[in-house]
């Protein structure tokens, strides 16, 4: 074989190699291109993510976040309590009035009877 032929066939594959090289260059950006479009169109839904899991990891690791923690839970008891105490007064209410209403209406129908008979 010839120097030249030689020399022919090294910058053959040498151009091969940097086409090679090239393509996977391109695709690499074209990779990390399609990354960045993926995070810049769902910045919300990565912020809402980081912020709940940053929120979790207050209220269930830290000192401050237990004790938000149980302020939560006495609010949410003394809202339980209250409401359910509301209703019942309120339902009470409502019962001793239809009571008052039948007990008047039974009267009236008892004196309608009485002067039909």
Known sequence: ???????????????????????????????????FNTIN?????????????????FLFRTNSGRRVRNNIQNGAVNLFETTTGQLTSGWGQVHNLA??????????DLTRYREIA
């Open 99 to 108: 009571n008052g209403m039948m007990a008047r209406f039974h009267t009236d």
């Open 1 to 35: 074989m010839s120097l030249k032929t030689k020399r022919h066939k090294t910058q053959n594959q040498e151009v091969e190699q940097v086409s090679a090289n090239t393509q996977v260059n391109s695709s690499i950006k074209n990779a990390v291109r399609n990354i």
């Open 41 to 57: 169109h769902n910045k919300r839904l990565i912020g809402s993510i980081a912020t709940a899991v940053s929120g979790a990891f």
